[in-house]
């Protein structure tokens, strides 16, 4: 199979399910990514090279191509070593929204914990093990609901987008959504915003909708997801409730009184 795949993923694929290999001096994969990792943590994905990889390892740029053909498979690399499915993610739900606003808290750890991710290059559709790995969990979450297959992979790949776009913004936000920065953007728009030309816009200023509430605690005030995301579900819900409506209608026809 690893013959068929694009570059860098046949190895990926080929160590899939395997322990992981013990650490040891010398190149390796893992050692790869794990430098590759700890780059990107420190300075983003900028600061990733083929030659600042071989650097912190402590081998020739040159060394590092005879396990790695380019940069790009080294992204590869890096995605799935800091994406594995935790293993709570296969344990019941008491419902199919539990279960995937607990998958989307995990991928929003995931990607809060290693923000270069939302700048990786979309190459194609989700094809590492662990991407697959968090895909399969997202529709396991979905089992029972009645919506037909397309429609669960129409509802995993929404909520995955928007928790990726909703984690780029965080990420790029930074400090401009903390409460000091808040503050400082709403006493700006009120020295912009007057009632005559922008009135809903000064309704929704007086009312405090572009602050954070007093209730919210300190560690609590930065970009958050879960609005966005619960109008999603909200949609969902929708859409799986009409699938309900449609098989008690056609319970109701086969089964006349």
Known sequence: MSDTLPPGLGALWARYGEAAPEPRQGLSLPAIARAAVELADAGGLEAVSMARVAERLGYTTMSLYRHVKSKQEVLLLML?????VPPE????????????????RAQWEMLRAHTWIVHLPTSGPPITPSQLEWTDRGLAALRGTGL???????????????????????????????????????SLLGDLVDERRFPALRTALDAGAFGYPEETAEEERRFD?????????????????GYSDHDDG????????
Not at 80 to 84: I, K, L, N, S
Not at 151 to 169: C, P
Not at 225 to 240: E, H, K, N, P, T
């Open 250 to 257: 056609r319970a109701a026809a086969d089964h006349p009184r």
């Open 148 to 186: 037909s297959e397309s429609d669960k992979v129409g509802v995993i790949l929404l909520v995955a987008s928007y928790m990726l776009n909703a984690a780029r913004m965080s990420a790029e936000l930074g400090q401009a959504a903390s409460d000091e920065s808040i503050t400082a953007y709403t």
């Open 80 to 84: 799935d070593a800091v994406a594995p």
């Open 225 to 241: 997801y879960s609005f966005g995301l619960a109008r999603i579900l909200d949609g969902v819900a929708v859409l799986i409730d």
């Open 89 to 104: 993610l296969g344990e019941p739900c008491p419902d199919w929204r539990a279960g995937l606003e607990r998958w989307c």
